[in-house]
């Protein structure tokens, strides 16, 4: 996960990223402020949020996934 443009007041965009591809979400300033601890401190989520007319993923809701593990394991994509 990437965040990028975080500040008191602006606008944050996060990029999720995995295998299959990308996904960039758009958190305004009040939603980060109400779910900061989760965005920063979670390993994995679950982010809710609605797709507008412009094609942005504007995110509304996060949620951990507590308990949630994953096996890592080498793809060959050749």
């Known amino acids: 996960m990437a965040l990028v443009g ?3 007041q602006s ?7 995995d295998e299959t591809g990308h996904s960039n979400f758009v958190v305004m300033p009040d939603k980060f402020e109400e779910y900061r601890a989760i965005i920063n401190q979670s390993d994995y989520m679950i ?4 797709l507008d007319e412009s094609g942005m993923l504007k995110a509304t809701h996060f949620q951990t996934l507590d308990g949630f593990t994953a096996e890592v394991v080498s793809h060959n994509f050749r």
């Open 47 to 50: 982010i809710r949020g609605i």
């Open 11 to 17: 606008v944050v965009f996060i990029t999720l990223e």
């Open 6 to 8: 975080q500040s008191d």
